[in-house]
């Protein structure tokens, strides 16, 4: 078992949709955690840092759920230029951080 | 200010060709890692350095693989004897509290 998981996708979702990822992990002792968003042939970008509150920034939502052991990512009003690959990423508390595959958005016009 | 660079952006082997990756992190950084990440798949840790030192290389796929940091700034992956599996784009990452900053990746093809 991969020690972060994702659904790779592609979740197609028309313009101005509610689109939300979710992301398990295996390690019950990981202390933070992320969304990077990398667009295509591009590189990892931090999208944001997901609190044990959860948080939110502008139409996006993060959550985590330490007692399941996952996080989501809500998107809402989806734009064509949300499109991309969203990787969850989590960390032990050192200084590793483990990468799931990514799941890949394509908003359509 | 100046982010991650790497170079070169793209590489082109021969298998059994020696390969070398720069990365440039930002400056002032202490923490460097190296990803390896294949078509598909998200990054796999390689390496990591703080400074100079090279603290894990617990992701190296083998001995043909090696990294160094001489300096604490920049650092080069060096892959020996290249083979086809190793095609992939090499990321590197520095480090500012829990944020990672990547440079651009260099992307390698091993024919």
């Known amino acids: 078992r991969k020690e972060v998981e994702q659904d790779p996708g592609p979740f197609n979702v028309p313009e101005g949709a509610t689109v939300a990822f979710n992301c398990t992990y295996s390690?019950?002792?990981?202390?933070?955690f992320f969304w990077y968003r990398q667009d295509c042939r591009k590189e990892p970008k931090l999208l944001m840092s997901?609190?044990?509150s959860g948080n939110e920034d502008g139409r996006f939502t993060a959550q985590l759920n330490r007692a399941s052991q996952y996080i989501s990512l809500l998107i809402r009003d989806s734009k064509l230029s949300d499109s991309a690959t969203y990787l969850c990423?989590?960390?032990?508390?050192?200084?590793?951080?483990?990468f799931g595959t990514g799941t890949r958005l394509k908003v359509l016009a | 200010g100046a982010g991650v660079s790497q170079s070169p952006r793209y590489k082109v082997a021969k298998r059994g060709q020696d390969v070398a990756l720069r990365c440039d992190p930002i400056?002032?950084?202490?923490?460097l890692f190296w990803y390896q990440q294949a078509l598909g798949q998200g990054p796999e840790f390689l390496t990591y350095?703080?400074?100079?030192?090279?603290?894990?290389k617990s992701g190296l796929p083998s001995d043909r693989f090696f990294a160094e940091r001489p300096e604490g700034s920049v650092s080069t992956l060096k892959i020996q004897r290249t083979q086809q599996e190793d095609s992939a784009v090499y990321l590197c990452?520095?480090?500012?509290?829990?944020?990672?900053?990547f440079g651009p990746g260099t992307r390698l093809t091993v024919l």
């Open positions: 990423v989590v960390n032990t508390g050192t200084y590793k951080y483990i």
């Open positions: 390690n019950s002792a990981s202390q933070s």
């Open positions: 990452a520095s480090t500012e509290g829990p944020e990672q900053f």
């Open positions: 997901v609190y044990s």
């Open positions: 400056s002032g950084h202490v923490s």
């Open positions: 350095f703080q400074n100079e030192a090279q603290l894990d």
